[in-house]
Nanobody, 117 residues
């Protein structure tokens, strides 16, 4: 099982980044997918989630209207489009896959997003 995030980097406030997560080794379409983030000294927090079939998403209040999550079950990928980035969005962003049916929960290694002044 692998979840590989990409797309992180340095970005100025107000800028945009698009994170991607490529999944392999499990039946991707059976899993709800989420993006989490963890800032230095803080607990990991849920940023966005999307159901197995896509179309229904949920977002943390702090990112609503700025971030958009999507998935492509044909390509086994999920994306997180991040617009109007703020310095406080600086964190390591993690991709997560969860199946309520099997109880499995997988995590990627994370990708760093850093706001610059």
């Amino acid at each position: 099982v692998q979840l590989v995030e990409s797309g992180g980097g340095l970005v100025q406030p107000g800028g945009s980044l698009r994170l991607s997560c490529a999944a392999s080794g499990f039946t991707f379409s059976n899993y709800a997918m989420s993006w989490y983030r963890q800032a230095p000294g803080k607990a990991r927090e849920l940023v966005a989630g999307i159901i197995q079939a896509g179309g229904s998403t949920n977002y943390a209040d702090s990112v609503k209207g700025r971030f958009t999550m999507s998935r492509d079950n044909a390509k086994n990928t999920v994306d997180l489009q991040m617009n109007s980035l703020k310095f406080e969005d600086t964190a390591v962003y993690y991709c997560s896959a969860r199946s309520r049916l099997s109880g499995n929960n997988y995590w990627g290694q994370g990708t760093q997003v850093t706001g610059s002044s």
